[in-house]
Nanobody
Framework: QVQLVESGGGLVQAGGSLRLSCAVSGRTLINYVMGWFRQAPGKEREFVAAISRSGGSTYYGDSVKGRFTISRDNAKNLVYLQMNSLKPEDTAVYYC?????????????????WGQGTQVTVSS
């Protein structure tokens, strides 16, 4: 079983930055593709970013490309999401997810484990 705990969310003004962290326990992180998703009120959960097991390949949703960066530290069992140039439309609960596979995917139903989420609110 894998446990995921997100942290780093909060309230920030438009144009600001936040860094989310996801602490992974229960299994060795290098065996998992990791992803970040978000869900705003009244909307479906949306793909934000994903990273391969080694960290050598990253993927982003169109709405965050060029502003967000996903990274991982397998030695520390941590995954990060650096969010820059934040916009009010980035307001959502952000979820960390893990997939026990070598294949990176962007769909929610293909991830095996999820954290509880951390709230990000961007004010205009």
């Amino acid at each position: 079983q894998v446990q995921l705990v997100e942290s780093g969310g909060g309230l920030v003004q438009a144009g600001g930055s936040l860094r989310l962290s996801c602490a992974v326990s229960g299994r060795t992180l290098i065996n998992y593709v990791m992803g970040w998703f978000r869900q705003a009120p009244g909307k479906e959960r949306e793909f934000v970013a994903a990273i391969s097991r080694s960290g050598g390949s990253t993927y982003y949703g169109d709405s965050v490309k060029g502003r967000f960066t996903i990274s991982r530290d397998n030695a520390k069992n941590l995954v990060y999401l650096q969010m820059n140039s934040l916009k009010p439309e980035d307001t959502a609960v952000y979820y960390c997810s893990a997939r026990h596979s070598i294949l990176v995917v962007t769909t929610t139903d293909e991830y095996d484990y999820w954290g509880q989420g951390t709230q990000v609110t961007v004010s205009s």
